[in-house]
């Protein structure tokens, strides 16, 4: 799999703006470094390897 390249802070502050949230605000730092977090988090999951694997079923509830 390609190597991915972490989120740059243009692209968050253009991805929030269009989100509706305030550009401007002091708050986005926190929230910039709480997504990268998310994302660096999110990485361990290009590593399971899915090849061999059925999709799972359609859930259809019980009918009673």
Do not use: C, W
Not at 30 to 41: D, K, P, S, T
Not at 48 to 63: K, N, S, T
């Amino acid at each position: 799999m390609p190597e991915t390249t972490p989120m740059s802070r243009e692209v968050f502050i253009y991805l929030a703006a269009r989100a509706g949230l305030d550009a401007s605000s002091p708050h986005l730092d926190e929230l910039f470094q709480y997504v990268q977090a998310v994302l660096r988090g999110l990485q361990s999951l290009e590593e399971i390897d899915v090849g061999g694997v059925e999709p799972d079923m359609a859930f259809i509830p019980a009918q009673e």
